[in-house]
């Protein structure tokens, strides 16, 4: 079964240095989200892709937090410089078209920042 | 705008105990409906949905869940909880917003399964 692949795991990183996630969606998956999820809350929409272009990232630091998805497949999450309030899970989604509300989501990145 | 509610935080049940988590939303149109399950240190996984149709939906791991629109309700229930069960569970509500589709998620409910 076709799955979100994300990278890596687990990310302990001290306060003020940069950080990178990498998703892999589901082969064909044309849009693409990244979510925050601080512990003990639901997630949170960061940055949404349709293709290659960002169509809602109104949620997302943009002083600090960027993302890409460059060729329209995978994509990466950038944290400069992290924050001790970054901590938290960062989820990764696909879903087949813009137009389904069915999103399948990746095992995460915990981001612990010390 | 739209929102989801889970009043219940936390629930402890005994296994094979039946289960009702309670899921209220906001939305001014019909809602599409989602619970999804999170285990420790994973992902979401889509449980079951609610679009169209029959009220009462019928998910993975024997859940169900109904939805109720007199009362902005989308409970989910399973008559008999495994052990296996203890998890987070999320509901969550498809909104149209800015031309494109997203989820806004409830706070959760984290489940005990007592043995």
């Known amino acids: 079964e076709a799955e979100v692949a994300q990278s890596p795991r687990y990310k302990i990183t001290e306060k003020s240095q940069a950080v990178a996630f990498w998703c892999d969606p589901i082969?064909?998956?044309?849009?693409l989200y990244w979510y925050r999820q601080i512990l003990g809350q639901g997630p949170e929409l960061l940055v949404q892709?349709?293709?290659?272009?960002?169509?809602?990232d109104s949620q997302l630091p943009k002083d600090r937090f960027s993302a890409e998805r460059l060729k329209g497949v995978d994509s990466t999450l950038k944290i400069q410089p992290a924050e001790l309030g970054d901590s938290a899970m960062y989820l990764c989604?696909?879903?087949?078209?813009?137009?389904?509300?069915?999103?399948?989501f990746g095992p995460g990145t915990r981001l612990t920042v010390t | 705008a739209q929102s989801v509610t889970q009043p219940d935080i936390h629930i402890t049940v005994s296994e094979g105990a039946s289960l009702e988590l309670r899921c209220n939303y906001s939305?001014?149109?019909?809602?599409?409906l989602f619970w999804y399950v999170q285990s420790p240190g994973q992902g979401l996984q889509l449980l079951l949905k609610?679009?169209?149709?029959?009220?009462l939906v019928q998910g993975i791991k024997g859940f169900e869940a109904e939805f109720k629109r007199s009362q902005s309700s989308f409970n989910l229930r399973k008559p008999s909880v495994h052990w296996s069960d203890a998890a987070e569970y999320f509901c969550?509500?498809?909104?149209?917003?800015?031309?494109?589709?997203?989820?806004?998620f409830g706070a959760g409910t984290r489940l005990a399964v007592h043995p």
């Open positions: 989604a696909s879903s087949a078209r813009q137009s389904s509300y069915e999103q399948y």
């Open positions: 082969s064909g998956h044309a849009t």
């Open positions: 892709f349709q293709d290659e272009s960002v169509v809602d």
């Open positions: 939305y001014g149109a019909t809602p599409y």
């Open positions: 609610y679009f169209s149709g029959d009220t």
């Open positions: 969550a509500v498809g909104a149209f917003s800015g031309g494109y589709n997203k989820l806004i």
